[in-house]
């Protein structure tokens, strides 16, 4: 019998399927009562607190009586009509009745002054502007939904009062968070729903029949049910940001159905070599199940680098991201073997006998990479750097209205504000003092002059005992020279006063510097912990560094591709993505972080065979060659189910969930292509037996205690009864 606690577990699981089975039925279920609860638990905002720019807006805002501003748009209508003035007027006392709702104005209730505010400049809209009072989010969000209802009953109305061309249409800031997250909420519902049966379509093809290829896919949706249960618990104690919910549902998707494919695969490989079904495990859980367990530990090594990050929101990811790469090694080892245990009279064995042979595509990919490792090793890294090149010259920027699609109804009320009622948004920076406004008029005054100020606003109170003076920029909210003006405006600020400088510009320099800040403690944690796993699975100090390197490169290539699509547009029309003008400071963490993790789990797959090869007293040019041809079909085929995973969530309306699925499908089709098949190869056969070299002390040190599964025992297998296939 195969030794070792992962082949123990696995057949454990297969003899006791029911319980086990019984047990994740229970967590599914927990993760569909929770599933609702955490998505409105959803924070609106991902700013980190405690920092200069967002204390100043809550300075602000402690004087704030207000939650915000709904607003209703009617459309084709004229306003000095009769019936369109009583139906308005109508609406605005109904709204007014609605609880939560401070005041309502319409253009036919404010002083005839102020009316034209409210007026479309060609004359054919008009605006119903309903204040909220102040109020908690739990309390905020019923009613938005309640104003916003009784606002749509206006479309009725006109209609029933002789003018059904008019439209109508709500907007402002409340609604639009609400009705991000509830984009977000369909994003990800339609990518797992698209992405699963064509998941599963893939892995009939992989598999050759229906019951084999089903195993992985129900075991991504086990493990991103029982993820839900742990962001609620985590919602509880820190802000979830959309990015949490987003990255884990692919994170939990990606590894369980490779996970998945990779035990199943080699389950079938060892029942094809004749051994009996639980023996089977036993050998395909030891093997794989190692592999599993280890590119588990190096993905969640490469988020735990994320919980050293002050801003919460990143731990809140990292935490989550560790937690879900636990969840679906747990899934992989214990929930397949129980189904496996249960449906393996209907799985098919694999077609080819295991062997030493190495006979095959990948084997003569990789024998025709050592015949000239310098120059394929030369030529894909030149490749790697050329892809990389529009990173030099990107953009991070915070992402606005620009990262929300037009399918919206908030968003496309804010571009007719602009358009036709005067409301554009002047980009500007705003600061804030604990004075009076003459006073900070006063200071205010020495910046009109400032290269980089078109105009100063008259500065207002903004309760509190705090003022707001804005600053209208000449360009735009978050160029460089909006940033140098909030650092001169830093080191002058009014005399005597606590003050603060707030915008967008200063948001960005206040992210951007903690990120900045924690960013070499989070690397550290991150190379220390993925190098201490590798050298644990493979006794060497050169393979990991290696793989480290290649990484890199390989996410350079990657950001590459995100700033040529994202800040400059490149294949915007054929990819339907959104053009931003730069890169999310979050979402470049958030990428880097997973697609590192990501990276090194294809290097766990192969590094996991080429190292059974060499054990087994194979050199390293065979072990690569054998280790490639039987990994390479899985690498790729588990690329492939990645892609339609990724690429399901890079179809998403909001852009922020685009660009983290273009960016993690980028990185799997260039690490399972071009790195694991090219690059890997190659210096593999260049370092030769170096490969495995480690200084004496910790050489020593893994022999003693490196973390390895006992060696597979090679008896003559007595052939296990024919299994039925019912595909």
Known sequence: MALGVVAKIGRFCFRHRWSVLGLWLVVVVLGGLTFGPVFSAIADASNPKHIEAIDGVDAVATGNDSSGTVIGLINNVDPNAAAVRAAVTAAAEDASRAGGVRAVATPYSVPQAQAPAYLATDGHGLLVVVTLAKLERNERDPVVNDVRDRLHHLDDALSSAGVPQATVEVGGNPVLNAQIRGAQKEDLGRAELISLPLTLVVLVFVFGGLIAAGLPVLAAFVSV????????????????????VTVCTLLGLGLSIDYGLLLVARYREEVAAGFEPEEAVGRAWATAGRTIFFSALTVAAALSGLMMFSIHQLGALGAGGVSIAVVAMLAALTFTSALIGLLHKRIRPSRKATGGDERGFFAGLSRAVQRRPVLIAAATAAV???????????????PHLEGVPRTIESARVADELAARFGRSYRPVVTVVARTDAASLDAYAAKWASDPAVAGLQPAKAAGNGVATVDL?????SQDDAAQELVHRLRADRPAGVQSWVVGDAATLIDLVGLITDDLPAAVTVTLVAMVLLLFAMTGSLVVPVKAVLANVVSLGATFGVMVAVFEHGWGAGVLHTLTVGGLDPFVVVI???FAFGLSMDYEVFLLGRIKEYVERGDDTDAAVRRGLQHTGRIITSAALLMVVVFGCFAAADLGTI????VGLLTAVVIDATVVRCLLVPATMTLLGRWNWWAPGPLRRLHERIGLREHALPEPEPVRAAEPIAVD
């Open 591 to 593: 990428v880097f972080a």
């Open 225 to 244: 049910a029982a993820a839900m249960p742990l962001l609620w618990v985590f919602s509880r104690v820190t802000d979830l940001d959309q990015n949490v």
């Open 384 to 398: 790697l750097l050329a892809a990389g090149s529009p990173l030099l010259g990107a953009t991070i920027k915070l």
């Open 472 to 476: 209208v920029l000449r360009g735009g």
């Open 658 to 661: 685009e660009q983290v699925g």
